[in-house]
């Protein structure tokens, strides 16, 4: 027997609709790529975000064709989030980051009709239109008199000129909730990327558990700052959960330095930022110096890779500041834990409670997870025993677009699908994740596993360290033998055998890495994150020390 | 083209089973019908829901068949809601509070097959079980050794004996999350009560909601107490949030006076609390002598009725208890809006924020709301304009249980169905609703409106009235004119004159009622309400003076 409840289907238009009308005048303030500021209100997004549906309409796109973004955070691509996956299309976003040659292929394999970019990528456009002979139209971000003159790029239009005139009344349509609303490609290190494709469904869904107390805890008090970018999984889904409380929202636009972020957060009230942690390490190094306070900032999140101990010390003692570390991924939507308190920790003292603040944290309601060896069996959740990651739930991938690498999903007893995450990590006792490395990056080392981010969270506490990075080389004996790789802080100085000796006592002697590579830079990978396959790479020549 | 998002139906046992994985030891305590205070977890609770489960399949209970109940709050009852709705049957709340007569025919109208009762009320089930001939087993929430003897009532297990030996494992089926899975009968005044059906869908989707910031709160950190009763609207969905958060739960099972809702509230540190303004009255005067404070209790959201302005102002002023007025139905399931603040407000006066916070609040995502005028057209929301209150949602009744009643639904001009609410309302620039009235307790004197409402609440507002209630009384002029009944506080004396005094200056004069009516006691429904129909019934010889 069915209930009787009323049906509608979860619709990311429903989610614009409600701001619209029960937060109408809520702000929304964008610093643009020209540098200043633009404010405008949820019911502004609502009409634009119509008129966005319209002029898709004029343009003949049909149902589920693809819109691409290559852009910063900003108002116009909050409208193209709700005008074209509201209308029935799917939103393509695209990490500016990545390599022309990777943009080019991913425009082609998602079949992208139409492609937005702020004027900051004209370059990139540039560099990719002529490989891109399924884009029919490319709008440039700006005002009808911005539009580049001889850009050589065909068919550009202006976003203004574009959808500006168009009118501003629109019914969203109403369809399967299963329906893809949008799609973000992995920022995968080895073989092609691989696209996840959202629904309306799955986005609803990780909206309203993303906006949870004990997620990021939204409300309509909030003044929110996502730092997170928009061209990357949904900006950790801050524009759909952001409609959904009616909250303030900020946009940094391209400007993500220490300063311009610094002085956003102050001028617009900011209560909630999230972002990954080189973005804050950029932060708190403009504020150490000039000796700078937050007025209203009260709790961040980071995310996007393992968050260093000294840092959410930092934020915590010395700005007051809540710091949540979240972990997800691209095939996630991305959101599966997030580091807030229980009940039976609120009498502990505060070193005990900043050592579970330093996991991953506990699972979101929608997201299950389960840790396994390497016959697949449950390993232990005692906070020692590692195991791979696996997830599954309504806001997980079941297969890639295209059917890309097959089917990733793999099947318990029960025959539930889970996914593996390809990372290593415990569980305690309470639930509480922590991700120790990648499946490719630990150190296999006399058959025993070393955690690369160990080492590379040890090296960091290191007052002469800014970065560091650690891999595995070959080694006769042991199979493997853990190195790394540091730049060391503008100024500072450290030995290799300081830095060894600074190794001792805080991880078993064994752990310790054999040999440390002074270098100037590290290379990262499109969202921020090191790329090690390309620091292997580099490396190949090297030798150990005494081999 | 559909996402590729993982396929997993919104499931009520899936919340329980997400508590037991991942907040296994969060605690559930309950005070029972014997008094003694009964403490376990979240795991326990898992673990003895799947016995209820398998006690059901024992029994040959079919997929969807009714299993009703007559219980307080408390860990039998909450095991009940999953035990039987995670197996796919309809839990039935019964409101114990209803006429014998009422219990018998609701039972009937169900179908219920199986009934299970706290022992406080087997004089109510000795009095039905003979006019239930559907009812195959009777089920006293009790040991096997506090079974009654001879009490007449065939078929009667002790709950304990009944599921206490089943196997403690069991494997939640999946199905259509539209599926039925629980069910509660409007208190309606007039005609045979009706049915809502709710789903997995609409509890889930509810469940999140209510979690929300902006509504109740909820987090792993929370101890949490439902006043409001399991056996009205799920208790307004906290059985169900509380899982999916993992706070703490604590149970008043029948105690529901001033001393013990306070002394449970400080000896399990409850952080935050939902019931009625009756309750919270009785807690108020029990408190006020013995100058007693809260340790703990941080917030608390009150709905049911309309709360008088006093309470809120003595929570917040005297004890620092933020309170959130909250207003639903049952056909609601049953939140629709809470008053919160928005970020605009955060420099307002405290003054200007307790208006607000006088209101019921705004609406929450997945509700909502228009104001109608009686050619069903929209009326503004200017705070002052009041219209027949309309909803719609994924958790809004569209029909009642065997289609009793009818099609509920008004259907606007794009085919929209709302259910109207039958309480006349306001709704202001930022989306704030004020009940204004129920539709048939609107005072129509001379062509306007008089809200019973506001003359009940400056009637309350005098310190020698415990209660009132506004009728409308026939007037060969005015067609109605509005007189207030009351009772006085004991020991405390109010003249007729002076009380009509006392309503100048705070409402237009033509609004001040006609007369005054002292009683002993104002006739209350099953849920607390003031039964105006009773009243009109009893008054029905009343004069008004000088006609």
Known sequence: MLGLMQEHPLMISSLLEFAERHHGDGEIVSRRVEGDIHRYTWADVARRARQVARALDSDGLAFSERVATLAWNGYRHLELYYGVSGSGRVLH??????????????????????????????????????????????????????????????????????????????????????????????????????????????????????????????????????????????????????????CKLVFPGPALDGKSVYELIEAEKVTFAAGVPTVWQMMLGHMKPANLRFSTLKRTVIGGSACPPAMIGAFQDDYGVEVLH???????????????????????????????????????????MKIVDGDGQDVTWDGKAYGDLYVKGPWVVREYFKGEGGDPLVKDANGQGWFPTGDVATIDADGYLQITDRSKDVIKSGGEWISSIDIENIAVAHPAIAMAACIGVRHPKWDERPIVVVVKKPGAEVTREELLKFYEGKTAKWQIPDDVVFVDAIPLGATGKILKTRLRETLKDYKLPGL
């Open 93 to 246: 976003t695209i990490n500016p980051r990545l390599h022309p040659d990777q943009i080019a292929w991913i425009a082609n394999h998602a079949e992208d009709s139409v492609l937005a970019f702020d004027l900051s990528f004209l370059p990139l456009v540039q560099a990719v239109h002529a490989r891109c002979p399924n884009v029919r139209k490319w709008i440039a971000l700006c005002d009808a008199d911005k539009l580049p003159q001889d850009s050589g790029v065909p068919n550009l239009v202006s976003y203004e000129a574009w959808m500006g005139t168009q009118p501003t009344d629109y019914a969203w349509p109403k369809f399967d909730e299963n329906t893809a609303s949008s799609m973000c490609y992995t920022s995968g290190t080895t073989g092609n990327p691989k696209a996840a494709l959202y629904s309306h469904r799955s986005s609803v869904l990780h909206a309203y558990a993303a906006a949870l107390p004990d997620v990021m805890c939204l409300s309509a008090r909030d003044s929110v700052l996502p730092v997170v970018p928009m061209f990357h999984v949904n900006a950790w889904g801050i524009p759909y959960s952001a409609a959904m409380v009616g």
């Open 326 to 368: 979240a972990w997800g991924m691209t095939e996630m939507s991305p959101l599966g834990t997030l580091c807030t308190l229980k009940n039976k920790h609120m009498e502990m003292s505060p070193q005990d409670r900043l050592n579970i603040r330093l996991k991953q944290g506990r699972a979101i309601f929608g997201v299950d």
